[in-house]
């Protein structure tokens, strides 16, 4: 009783968006597992902490509402035998609809006086612009320099490969040739794709990311790929499904050796960081200066302009959030937020404030939301105002 009466707690901090990262996390969890939910909140309590919340826009507010009335309606006929009362599902609609619609906050060692809350005229600026989010798209390229465009749509078709348009798959083949032919997917701004490799690994790209990798393995010798520049996560298919052929990544500053695990690299060209995150497994990265293990839940932090590295502890489910359709933020600043946005939505952006750049932010946001959205929950906790025009937005 003790832990429901918690998990109820918990709901009720969610709701008024007072919840930290870690508890976010398990708020959905439990919606996504639970198959009780006998202490979720009753809806009167939710219809009244939602009065409460002033600062909530009309369209959120109109949006979690019709979430509560459309679930109640469809699942009245389904729940009629069960003794858990149809508000209750409509409740768990009701805070899945609060996380669609982003779940998003200052850290609490930000300064609320700085020169970022000045009082200025709060009417959005909006001219026509063709801003929509990210979709499955990339540019592959062919051995012989040939390039072919995958997307939603578009199906391609060759003996050794296969694309449904939100992916694409090269048949399992062991090449005995030393001759290996290499083939380049690369993800533009306001994109992401998935690919299955030949020995079965599995790669999600990110915006503006590219990979290099052979059409097949040879048999016996290092599975080997290069992440040119961008973010993949890797779910690498095992050395012993290989004859123990382990399975490299490298980019011009960095080599992660892998025997079979699951993690992620973050290299942007724009960025002096690379991040790898470990998921599952082991991983041992290295140059010529260095090697590091890491173990599940460590990142790695190389610097590449004084080659330095640094290994933490992280909460793994931030930061591999995105290939499951969702941004997540553990004190961000405002500047780095909007790098990840820019490149998801395909965007320039402008701090006209520069005191922005700085403002921390813990939060969740969909992927699948319109920029307009995002800017204006933004606007009701940091920035003053936005204007959009075309592929830019200013923020000030």
């Not at 009335?69 to 699942?75: D, F, I, K, M």
């Not at 993800?187 to 030949?198: A, D, T």
């Not at 990979?211 to 012993?240: C, H, N, W």
Request: proline fraction near 2%; aromatic fraction near 10%; include cysteine.
């Amino acid at each position: 009783m003790k832990e429901l009466k918690q998990m109820k707690e918990l709901f009720i901090k969610f709701i008024k968006r007072e919840c930290s990262q870690e508890e976010v996390q398990q708020v959905i969890t439990y919606l996504k597992t639970s198959q009780d939910l006998s202490d979720v909140p009753h809806i009167h309590e939710v219809y009244k902490l939602l009065d409460a919340y002033p600062d909530m826009a009309d369209h959120v507010a109109n949006r979690i509402h019709n979430n509560i009335l459309e679930t109640a309606g469809q699942r009245e006929n389904k729940l009629s035998k069960k003794k858990v009362p149809v508000w209750r599902y409509a409740v768990a609609a009701v805070v899945m609809g609060i996380l669609a619609t982003s779940y998003f906050f200052k850290s609490s060692n930000f300064d609320n006086s700085t020169e970022a809350n000045r009082i200025v005229d709060t009417t959005p600026i909006i001219t026509p612009n063709n801003i929509e989010a990210g979709t499955d798209k990339a540019i592959l390229t062919l051995e012989d320099g040939t390039s072919v465009v995958l997307g939603k749509g578009n199906t391609y078709q060759t003996k050794n490969t296969n694309s449904n348009g939100e992916q694409i798959i090269y048949n399992q083949s062991k090449q005995k040739s030393s001759v290996t032919a290499y083939n380049y997917l690369t993800i533009p701004r306001g994109g992401q794709f998935h690919i299955i490799l030949s020995d079965g690994t599995e790669v999600w790209l990110n915006s503006e990311s590219q990979l290099k990798y052979p059409v097949s393995f040879i048999e016996g010798v290092t599975r080997q790929v290069e992440l040119v520049y961008g973010e993949a996560y890797f779910d690498v298919s095992p050395s012993t499904a290989h004859k123990g052929s382990k399975f490299k990544v490298w980019n011009q500053f960095q080599e992660v050796e892998v025997i079979g695990t699951e993690f992620n690299i973050k290299a942007y060209k724009d960025e002096t960081n690379i991040l790898t995150t470990l998921v599952e497994g082991k991983v041992a990265i290295g140059n010529s200066d260095f090697k590091q293990n890491l173990s599940p839940n460590q990142q790695s932090n190389l610097n590449t302009e004084d080659n330095t590295i640094k290994v933490a502890n992280v909460n793994v489910e931030g930061e591999v959030s995105w290939k499951k359709g969702i941004f997540s933020f553990e004190a961000k600043s405002l500047k780095d937020i909007m790098k990840v946005l820019s490149r998801w939505y395909d965007v320039d952006i402008v701090f006209e404030n520069a005191d922005l750049k700085s403002v921390k932010f813990n939060g969740i946001l969909d992927k699948r939301q319109s920029i307009e959205e995002i800017l204006l929950i933004m606007k009701s906790s940091s920035i003053n105002n936005y204007e959009m025009s075309n592929k830019t937005i200013k923020l000030k």
